[in-house]
């Protein structure tokens, strides 16, 4: 059998967009057609031999499997998207825009006590450890077991950690300034990413500890690198929001040890990242319910959790031959199915009207029932006539103009009566709840024709 010799090297051609690995330098990726996206990269490899131990297949019974443990933070609406806090052994990566709060949140844990975790190491490549001792200042916070490294080195991560035990959490920051020596390749291209990012889950894996990985994203929004390394972690955080408002929205996309519903929501303030645990005030604008037309407030839910939004539509007359329809935190071609909707089932004609929709706050509904309040605000602009009082909608729109049935109704409800409302517009086929507690007016419609004339026919 031949085997390569210690030390030597071999060269390859790889991907940075797919990770497509290929036989030659190339200007055009054969197989995601990416343009310059092909970089040579030098590998040096070393035969390994590997002992396996007697006990190296172990069994399980399910009766004696016991939960994971949890290791809850300071903060209730980051244990929320966790699932009940960090698991030990687990790998959690945090991605976002620039700027957005990841380093300060982490920062914030680490500087705060987390139940079970006695070593607390922060890792940053980025910045030295006198700028991390500012931001730390301007917290406020002061934790003398937090111990911080400037490196981009993951064999000296990895060699600091070789003492820790399962009582330690491990911050990196970010994967895509950590590189390693056996790869000939700058910092952040794909095969560093994931080699770097392969060695950090062997060693949560081995010593059961916390890591969490500060990830960078693209233009697009995406973490940067390849694909897998969404699938080598345990867990996926992202961090959204627009910088022009306070609030960051904090989302789980993957999590090995919980759900990947729930949001969590922070407010910026000069001393660091606040919790806001009442987000339904948070996103409803300050005027008196929704006396503006084209305003709809939905009921929703993130989760297991209702959070009231405020839905903002306008209808104006264009010249173009090619009518806009620009949405903020909304699909744009679901708003384009709907406005479709509406001119069919309703009559109205939206041939020579651009249609613009907004999320306030900041937030981003992918829900299938906030169709109803989006129907709703949209035929509000077109016909210049506020929404009734004091009311929230939600429910599916389906092509044929009939409102779909949404689930969770009664905690859509409950929330609405818990912040004031007096009306709810949903699905004929909702639930009356009236041996409950809900002392809401409940206005059932079958379609989007009975919205329509509902606010053709208001007073307002």
């Known amino acids: 059998m031949f085997f390569m010799a210690k030390g030597s090297t071999t060269t390859r051609f790889v991907c940075q967009e797919c990770g497509a690995v290929l036989p030659k330098w190339m200007g055009q990726c054969d197989i995601c057609k990416a343009w310059n996206s092909v970089t040579e990269e030098v590998i040096q490899k070393e035969k390994t031999k590997s002992d396996v131990p007697s006990d190296f297949f172990k069994t399980i019974a399910i009766a004696e499997s016991d939960d994971a443990i949890r290791h809850a933070t300071p903060f209730s609406e980051l244990n929320r998207v966790l699932g009940g806090g960090f698991v030990g052994g687990s790998v959690v990566l945090v991605g976002g825009p620039p700027g957005i709060g990841k380093s300060t949140l982490l920062l914030q844990i680490l500087l705060n006590k987390i139940v079970g975790i006695e070593n607390y190491i922060y890792f940053t490549a980025e910045e030295s450890v006198a700028q991390i001792g500012i931001r730390?200042?301007?917290?406020?916070?002061?934790?003398?077991?937090?111990?911080?490294?400037?490196?981009?080195?993951?064999?000296?991560?990895?060699?600091?950690?070789?003492?820790?035990?399962?009582?330690?959490?491990?911050?990196?920051?970010?994967?895509?300034?950590?590189?390693?020596?056996?790869?000939?390749?700058?910092?952040?291209?794909?095969?560093?990413v994931r080699y770097c990012t392969q060695e950090l889950v062997d060693i949560a894996k081995k010593k059961n500890i916390i890591i969490v990985i500060v990830?960078?994203?693209?233009?697009?929004?995406?973490?940067?690198?390849p694909k897998t390394l969404e699938h080598m972690v345990d867990c996926v955080l992202y961090f959204e929001g627009d910088k022009s408002y306070d609030y960051r929205i904090l989302r789980g996309s993957k999590n090995r040890f919980?759900?990947?519903?729930?949001?969590?929501?922070?407010?910026?303030?000069?001393?660091?990242?606040?919790e806001v645990l009442n987000p339904s005030s948070a996103f409803l604008s300050d005027h008196d319910g929704n006396s503006v037309s084209g305003v709809a407030v939905f009921s929703g839910i993130e989760g297991t959790?209702?959070?009231?939004?405020?839905?903002?539509?306008?209808?104006?007359?264009?010249?173009?031959?090619?009518?806009?329809?620009?949405?903020?935190?909304?699909?744009?071609?679901r708003l384009s199915m709907l406005v479709a909707v509406i001119s069919n089932r309703c009559r109205l004609n939206f041939f020579n009207k651009d249609v613009y929709l907004n999320i306030a706050g900041g937030l981003r509904i992918s829900e299938p029932a906030v169709d109803m309040a989006v129907v709703a605000s949209i035929i509000s602009a077109y016909l210049q006539k506020s929404?009734?009082?004091?009311?929230?909608?939600?429910?599916?729109?389906?092509?044929?103009?009939?409102i779909r049935q949404s689930n969770l109704a009664y905690s859509r409800m409950k929330e609405a009566q818990k912040l004031g409302f007096q009306k709810v517009f949903c699905s004929n086929k909702t639930d009356d709840f009236g041996k409950s507690d809900i002392n809401l007016q409940i206005i059932k419609l079958r379609s989007v024709k009975q919205i329509f004339d509902m606010i053709k026919n208001s007073s307002a």
């Open 136 to 192: 730390a200042k301007r917290i406020g916070l002061l934790n003398n077991d937090l111990k911080i490294a400037s490196t981009n080195s993951i064999e000296q991560i990895i060699a600091s950690t070789e003492e820790l035990d399962e009582k330690s959490i491990v911050v990196i920051d970010s994967i895509q300034t950590i590189s390693t020596n056996i790869i000939q390749s700058s910092s952040g291209t794909i095969s560093q």
């Open 215 to 225: 990830g960078h994203v693209t233009k697009d929004g995406a973490i940067a690198g």
């Open 258 to 274: 919980g759900a990947t519903d729930e949001i969590g929501v922070f407010s910026m303030t000069g001393t660091g990242l606040e």
């Open 305 to 333: 959790r209702p959070i009231l939004s405020e839905i903002q539509a306008l209808v104006s007359h264009t010249n173009l031959s090619v009518p806009r329809r620009a949405s903020v935190g909304f699909d744009n071609n």
């Open 387 to 402: 929404l009734p009082l004091h009311a929230v909608f939600f429910g599916e729109v389906s092509l044929s103009g009939e």
